[in-house]
Structure formats: C-alpha cells, structure tokens
C-alpha cells in the first residue's frame, strides 16, 4: 500500500525444465554467435595480411621474373608499373627497386649512346685511314700503304714459318706512264 505495508504476495509457477531449456537455447546462440564473430575477424585478418604483405611480395617478385625473363636489354619498367603504396618496409622495398630499375635504364641508355659513339668514331677512322693510304689525284696507293703491306707480309710469313722468311718483292717501272694516262685516262694507264 502507500505506507509501505506488504498487501499480497504474486508467484509464478515456473517449471526448471523451462528455465534450463532457455538457457541452453541462450547459451546456443550465444556461441554460435562468438563463433560467427571469430570466423568474421578471420576473414578480415586474412585478408589485410592478403592486402598489405602477400600481395604486394607477389607483385614484386613478378616483376622481377619479368625483368629477368625480358629480352629487350634497351628500357625495363616492370618496377615503375607497379602500384604499391604500403609505407612500410615492403612499400619501402618497391621504392627502391624502382629507383633501382630507372638508374639501369639510364645506364644502359648512356652504354647504347657510347657504343653508337665509338661505332661513328672508329668508321670515321677508318676512311681517314684510307685517305691516308692512297693518293689523292690517282687513288692509287701511296708510299704509306706500300710500308705498312710490307710490314704484314713481313708479320704473316713469320707467323707461317715459326721464324723469319725471306721474300722477293719485284717493282716495276713503266716508261711514259704519263703518256698512256694523258692519253688513254688513268684506268688504262
């Protein structure tokens, strides 16, 4: 009542077998729950470890068996293409291999520069060679090509005899060569 007095008393019949029943059907859920949660954080822990370390380790070795596997020695860009943004040692990792990729490229396109550079050098050395060794009016041998013959042919019988070798070398000297080439032009003469 209002003054605090206890007017009746209120039971529930409730039968043991009930209350069991809802607590195993409670604890059932309950489990099945925290088991649903566990397989849950698995599936998300797999996959970040997936995202942030086992994919990018992939992507990197791919692209180094790439890289070795490429026959075209001018420009590599395995490393540039890849896309990984980890900001950690991994990420760290693709950073340097891509540095690492384009100061090859630039070495290896200063090499091919070289070499096209030696090659003109060494072809424009050549023909100087060969205007040195004729002359200029007739294109006919000079004196320079005739020593340096006969120091090959000096150097190649020595090679074939083990020792020195002699030789015999006949010059010739046409009389009125000039004429025949006044006249009949320097093929003829």
């Known amino acids: 009542d209002s003054s605090g007095e206890v007017v009746g008393y209120t039971m529930v019949d409730v039968s043991m077998d009930d209350i069991a029943g809802w607590q195993k059907k409670l604890t059932s859920r309950l ?88 090659s003109a050098s060494r072809q424009e050395a050549s023909k100087m060679n060969d205007v040195a060794m004729q002359d200029a009016l007739t294109g006919v041998r000079n004196k320079r090509a005739y020593d340096r013959d006969i120091q090959d042919l000096e150097q190649s019988l020595d090679d074939a005899s083990g020792g020195a070798a002699d030789f015999g070398l006949a010059v010739i000297d046409l009389n009125d060569l000039k004429h025949i080439n006044d006249s009949y032009g320097h093929d003829a003469g």
């Open 31 to 118: 489990v099945g729950l925290e088991l649903l949660m566990t397989a849950l954080v698995i599936v998300f822990s797999v996959t970040m470890v997936s995202r942030a370390l086992v994919r990018p380790i992939n992507q990197l070795s791919q692209a180094a068996k790439d890289y070795s596997k490429d026959k075209d020695i001018s420009e590599h860009n395995h490393f540039s293409e890849l896309d990984i943004h980890t900001h950690d040692e991994i990420g760290d990792l693709a950073d340097s291999m891509k540095t690492m990729e384009q100061d090859l490229n630039d070495k290896i396109s200063k090499l091919f520069q070289t070499t096209t550079e030696l």
